[in-house]
């Protein structure tokens, strides 16, 4: 774990612990391992005994090879420098190799021209660190601070990228040019794919789509809310996380009932749930605000009002009867029921919402085009029963009478600190905020 003594020479103005060890004790070896017990040391001095029989250990944050000119000689001293990873040169092109900052352990100051993990590669080199791994190593007088970028006041938000109606954004654009998340994105199949630029704590905060309206009296204040929910999660440098953005319930201007909001997603690979905001239910000549109606912030689909239960465990809404019905909210690992104009097994009316896994559409409507969010949101009727929301469990179809409305998606939050709220979003698409801790 040392590389070999040095007589009578110590490491000058590192010291960050100064500790006086008994002769009783074999000081060199009890030194050593104070050294090892603190992340930050990575060299000893361990001094001749004084008038009463004690010895110095001293513990330094920095060693030779990074500070040749400060080993300076010191008589009866002797001096240890851990074997750490810049022992072994692994920077190139004349780069000056950095212990700690990193999981690696070391980082490498590259020259003018040169970049990369190791100063391998041609071009102009950005570092970015854990700053909590910086400690005293990141004080100005040790490197120079400009060569850094500091992440402590990242913050990105994710929309629905202007797209709307049961299909996801299909292009970027140029939304997040110039944001902390610029570059850190791609799409597929309408769902954002972010790769983490730095490990550490993010708070998240995931907000479903709000289902949609109808040509009613007033019925755009009595809409399906989506649910809001926030949690702290660890994420590591480079992991990509999936991110569906739920878009709004259609709206249906020529007659009665509309589309279940699209839930909101956040998904760590290919299948590990983050955090999910349901979508609001799509009503049907709504006379007043119906709970019913909103997402929950459990992880079971809403009953809509007057209406049947929603899905649960992840499944999308199954459940309905033999009449006019909107189609079921898709959950995360399934599908919302349909009705037969849709390949269902009973009921007139909307094609359920896909689940996440099956790639997250809203459902068709069986008339006037009133679709589900984007999300996992039911397609309506078009006269007769709204869709229900989307979410970590589908919210119910709705059924064909007046006054209804299908039930709001689940939601699910695997995160710390938890603040939930089921009805936040009163109108429109969904969205999320990630912020670095």
Not at 292 to 311: M, P, Q
Request: aromatic letters at 8%; a neutral charge; proline letters at 3%.
């Amino acid at each position: 774990m040392f590389e070999k003594s040095v007589g009578g020479r110590a490491l000058q103005q590192h010291v960050f612990k100064q500790i006086y060890l008994t002769m009783a004790i074999e000081p060199h070896s009890d030194c050593k391992n104070r050294c090892l017990m603190e992340n930050t040391c990575v060299s000893v001095n361990v001094g001749p005994p004084d008038k009463n029989g004690l010895r110095v250990c001293q513990l330094s944050d920095s060693d030779h090879t990074q500070h040749p000119d400060d080993l300076k000689p010191q008589e009866g001293y002797q001096y240890w420098a851990t074997k750490n990873p810049c022992s072994s040169s692994p920077c190139l092109h004349n780069a000056t190799c950095l212990n700690g900052f990193t999981d690696k352990r070391y980082i490498c100051l590259c020259q003018a021209g040169y970049k990369g993990n190791k100063c391998e590669e041609k071009g102009d080199q950005k570092l970015r660190i854990d700053l909590s791994k910086c400690q005293k190593l990141c004080y100005k007088k040790y490197v120079d601070m400009s060569l850094f970028v500091f992440p402590s006041a990242f913050k990105a938000i994710f929309t629905n990228l202007n797209a709307t109606g049961r299909y996801g954004p299909t292009t970027l654009g140029s939304h997040y040019t110039g944001q902390d998340h610029d570059g850190q994105v791609t799409l597929s199949s309408g769902i954002q794919r972010w790769t983490v630029p730095y490990t550490g704590d993010y708070r998240i905060e995931a907000v479903g789509a709000a289902g949609g309206y109808d040509g009613a009296t007033n019925n755009t204040q009595y809409r399906g809310r989506g649910a809001r929910m926030i949690g702290t999660f660890r994420l590591k440098e480079d992991e990509v996380i999936q991110i569906l953005v739920g878009q709004g319930g259609g709206i249906n201007k020529m007659d009665l009932s509309s589309g279940g909001g699209g839930g909101t997603f956040l998904v760590r690979g290919t299948d590990t749930p983050l955090i999910i905001a349901g979508g609001g239910g799509g009503i049907d000549s709504a006379k007043s605000i119906h709970v019913e109606c909103d997402a929950s912030t459990s992880k079971i689909g809403k009953s809509g009002h007057k209406s049947w239960s929603g899905g649960s465990n992840g499944h999308g809404a199954q459940t309905a009867d033999d009449g006019y019905s909107g189609g079921g909210g898709g959950g995360f690992y399934s599908s919302g029921r349909s009705g037969t104009d849709f390949k269902g097994t009973k009921g007139v009316g909307g094609e359920g919402g896909k689940g996440f896994l099956q790639g997250g559409e809203g459902g068709i409507s069986l008339h006037h085009n009133v679709v589900g969010g984007f999300g996992g949101g039911g397609g309506a009727h078009g006269q007769s029963g709204g869709g229900g929301g989307g979410g970590y469990s589908g919210g119910s179809s709705g059924d064909g009478s007046r006054d209804s409305c299908g039930g709001g998606g689940g939601s699910y939050n695997d995160g710390n600190n938890q603040d939930n709220e089921c009805c936040y979003n009163t109108a429109g698409h969904g969205q999320v905020t990630i912020t670095l801790l």
